[in-house]
């Protein structure tokens, strides 16, 4: 039998390496020194890998929840004040298609 190359062992140190970065630069965008925002980084990954480690799963790109939530932050928005207008040039959309949003929440609303 052939040995078939693994490259999960790098996927899985990528993976980590993801992990410790982000959280070592959100730790910095919320003021932690960068040495803390490192380490903080660099613990979590270890305690994942720790808990986790052998368990096999899929990270969803989970693009509704995301989308659901900018639909949540511009009905908000709008309910606070905002125009129509002024969503779309933020949220980089047409005015009709905020209209549509506002009309899909407020169906859903009434059900």
Known sequence: MRAVPNDMAARRHELLLDLVST???????????????????????????E????QNFMFPSDYHFRLARRDR????????????????????????????LMRRAAARAAV
């Open 73 to 100: 932050e511009i009905l908000d928005a709008w309910r606070g004040g905002a125009t129509t207008h002024a969503l779309a040039a933020k949220y980089g959309m047409a005015e009709r298609s905020i209209r549509r």
């Open 51 to 54: 808990r986790w480690g052998g």
């Open 23 to 49: 959280v070592s630069e959100l730790g910095r965008d919320h003021g932690l020194r960068a040495d803390v925002a490192d380490q903080l980084g660099h613990e979590l990954a270890d305690r994942l890998a």
